[in-house]
């Protein structure tokens, strides 16, 4: 079982920033990927970004330029930096660890105001 505690979450106004973090209960070399998803009221949860365990990211291109995501292996972390917010990046953000099954954080909430 792995347990994840995401920080950073909050409001922020438009063209704001903010910082996720993702620490997860034991060593995040043994995750295959770990990212962040967000879910919107009445909206399905979409990927927003993943880093795999070589380094290599993914980023939805409704973020891209925006977004960044890093991992620090030293403190099984992974990092969503959210730059130029908008009033769309509103949701509930989730972080992902999969190894040989997929684990969730319990979200932090992300609202940016116009």
């Known amino acids: 079982q792995v347990q994840l505690v995401e920080s950073g979450g909050g409001l922020v106004q438009a063209g704001g920033s903010l910082r996720l973090s993702c620490t997860a209960s034991r060593s995040i070399f043994s995750a295959n990927f770990m990212g962040w998803h967000r879910q919107a009221p009445g909206k399905q949860r979409d990927l927003v970004a993943s880093i795999s365990s070589s380094g290599s990211t993914n980023i939805a291109d409704s973020v891209k330029g925006r977004f960044t995501i890093s991992r620090d292996n030293a403190k099984n972390t992974v990092y969503l930096q959210m730059n130029s917010l908008k009033p769309e990046d509103t949701a509930v953000y989730y972080c992902?660890?999969?190894?040989?099954?997929?684990?969730w954080g319990q979200g932090t909430q992300v609202t940016v105001s116009s």
């Open positions: 992902r660890y999969t190894d040989y099954r997929t684990y």
